[in-house]
Structures are given as structure tokens and as C-alpha cells.
């Protein structure tokens, strides 16, 4: 269980600050022939431990202006393997709905990775409550990986193996963040001397195509999730309504994808109930059609991730499990693990 979500998120819905999402009740079949489907063990789970670890918390990387030019102060918190001084980095950006962006999310699952050899960096970035859109929450994460490239040296990461790791709503921004390399529209703020390029993705349960979120869904879910005050503001609105061209052009990462963009790792639940399973195989399918190397794994029966803020006490259990976790592990140490000559 996550206990910042499951703490803050029913206090939100009480006060009507937060709105309940939008939850289906049927869930359409994929032909998922291009994945790969595991039915989750879920024992054991994994049981980190973080006095393990060296800490860093409320370390800001950015001040961004918003609208209205008010400051937001943006923090990270890391945990970092001991005795390896330049080990690789992985930037998390939790979920939340572009409403709410706890660093202090999914702890756990952070504290495994970081156990196997990673300095992991969880960040906050701009939502709606900042009067952000997108493009604010991209350059946000940009900005952390920047930030990391130019302090390396203080938190003992080595600056060329840089991976990015997001579920839901995180997992739509790391997925935008990697696939706009290069892209100075979304590159600003500090650091700019340094790159916000990363060496590989994972993305549990993202968004791509959002004028497409619902694609799986019931008609009446569907018609929520695209009329949801949040996609309308933080993707864009026209007249009340999500703005389509935008949400299917330069907000959707599959506009994005080139044949030099990093392997990605790509996770969902078949039973997820609140984005459509088919977003992240549209993403993927887009990827290998590119030449990218890409894998994505379809968790049978699985939901969105850990639901403990909505009530469901077990939705969790698949995604903290050891054999889901060691996945995200297994594809971190492929691709940006393994010892660096300079570390030894």
C-alpha cells in the first residue's frame, strides 16, 4: 500500500477538492500477440530496506513559473545505493491524476531498485493545482534530469546512464520526456548546458493517446474520462471540451517517436479500469514499428496499479510483488546497470 495516497487522496474526495476518476466496469480483450502476458505471482512481496540506503530529501531542482507567474519550488527526494560511488541513476515520476505529485510515493518499489545498484530520484512536477499544463509537466521532468547530469558528483550517479521510470500519469510524462530529446520546446528552466536525454524507459500504466484514453471502456466511462476537468486542463480545452488536435498531436508521445529514441520497458494491467490497457500497445506497437526496442508486459487480471486511496486494499499486491519488481530491475540492469569502468 502506498500510505502517502491512501492518506491524502480520501481526505481530498472527502473535502471535494479532489475528484473521484472515473472508474469502468467492463474492460475490453486486447489482442495482445505483440506482449507479453504473465498471470503475477504475488508472494513474495518485496521488503526493502531503506536504512540501507543513503537518503537525500526536499532537495529542490527547480523554481518554474506557472501562470500568473507565481514560483513553485520543485523537490526530489533520493535513495542511493552505499559503496558504490557512480552508480547509475533512474528518475521515478509518480502518478496522481495531473492533479497531485507526491515525491513521497511508492517508497517501497524505490528503495528495491535502489537496493540493486541505483541512485533513484522521485520528483514533483507541475499539475493543475500549479495551472499547469503539459508542457509544464515535461519540462519539469527535463529539468530534474538536467539537474542530476550537473550534480552528479554529489550524489555519486554517473551522468551517462540515466534511465526514467513513471506509472500513470508519471508514466505518460517520462514517456513524453524521453521520446523529446533534442526538443527545445520542451528543454527550459536551469542547467541547460546539460542534456535531458535518458538511456532507457520504463512505463507502468501510462497514457499515450489521450483523445483515445477510454478506447476500452464502457460508453459511459468513456464519455467521462474525455469530458474529465483534468485531461481538459492539463492536455488542453476548447469551449469546455478536450482539445483532440492537441491531445493526438504534440501532446501524444506516439507524435514523438523516432528510430534514435531509448528502449522502453512497458507495463499494464489487462484489468486496468482507469486508463485503457490499449494505450500503452498503442505506444508500444508505435516503438517497434520504429525499430526501438521495446517489450511490454500485460499483467493478467492486474488493475491500475496500487488502489488503496480508492479502497481496494489488494490492487497493489501484482505491482509490489518480487517477481513484477525484479522485472523493472532486470531491465534497468540491462540497459543502464552493470559496473562502469570508473567505478571499480
Not at 29 to 56: C, G, H, M, W, Y
Not at 119 to 143: C, E, H, L, P
Not at 268 to 277: A, K, T
Amino acid at each position: 500500500m502506498d500510505p502517502v495516497l491512501t492518506r491524502v487522496m480520501p481526505l481530498l474526495f472527502r473535502l471535494g477538492l479532489l475528484p473521484k476518476p472515473p472508474i469502468a466496469s467492463t474492460v475490453a480483450k486486447l489482442d495482445d500477440r505483440s506482449s507479453t502476458v504473465i498471470r503475477p505471482v504475488l508472494e513474495p512481496q518485496i521488503s526493502p530496506d531503506v536504512a540501507n540506503l543513503k537518503r537525500f530529501v526536499d532537495v529542490e531542482f527547480a523554481s518554474p513559473s506557472s501562470q500568473g507567474g507565481k514560483t513553485t519550488k520543485l523537490k526530489m527526494d533520493l535513495l542511493a545505493p552505499t559503496g558504490r560511488p557512480k552508480a547509475p541513476a533512474v528518475v521515478y515520476v509518480g502518478g496522481g491524476g495531473f492533479i497531485m505529485a507526491p515525491k513521497e510515493a511508492a517508497q517501497p518499489l524505490r528503495a528495491y531498485v535502489a537496493e540493486a545498484g541505483f541512485v533513484v530520484a522521485s520528483i514533483q512536477y507541475r499539475t493543475i493545482r500549479n495551472g499547469a499544463t503539459f508542457r509544464d509537466g515535461v519540462a519539469d521532468v527535463k529539468s530534474a534530469v538536467r539537474f542530476l547530469r550537473a550534480n552528479a558528483a554529489t550524489y555519486g550517479l554517473d551522468s551517462q546512464r540515466m534511465g526514467i521510470w513513471g506509472e500513470s500519469a508519471g508514466g505518460y510524462l517520462a514517456a513524453m520526456a524521453a521520446l523529446t530529446a533534442g526538443d527545445l520546446d520542451f528543454d527550459v528552466g536551469d542547467n541547460l548546458d546539460q542534456s535531458s536525454s535518458v538511456q532507457a524507459v520504463v512505463d507502468k500504466f501510462g497514457a499515450s493517446d489521450v483523445s483515445r484514453i477510454g478506447d476500452d471502456f464502457d460508453a459511459s466511462t468513456r464519455a467521462l474520462l474525455l469530458s474529465g476537468d483534468n485531461l481538459r486542463r492539463y492536455i488542453g480545452a476548447v469551449d469546455g471540451s478536450l482539445d483532440l488536435s492537441v491531445a493526438s498531436g504534440v501532446a501524444n508521445p506516439l507524435t514523438h517517436v523516432t528510430p534514435s529514441a531509448p528502449p522502453f520497458m512497458i507495463m499494464h494491467g489487462s484489468q486496468d479500469r482507469l486508463i485503457s490497457p490499449s494505450q500503452t500497445l498503442l505506444l508500444h506497437e508505435c516503438l517497434r514499428a520504429a525499430g526501438v526496442p521495446s517489450t511490454r508486459f500485460v499483467l493478467e487480471g492486474a488493475n491500475h496499479g496500487d488502489l488503496s486511496f480508492l479502497g481496494d486494499r489488494t490492487s497493489g499486491l501484482a505491482w509490489s510483488s518480487k517477481e513484477t519488481m525484479d522485472l523493472i530491475v532486470d531491465f534497468f540492469s540491462t540497459t543502464i546497470g552493470g559496473e562502469h569502468p570508473e567505478d571499480s
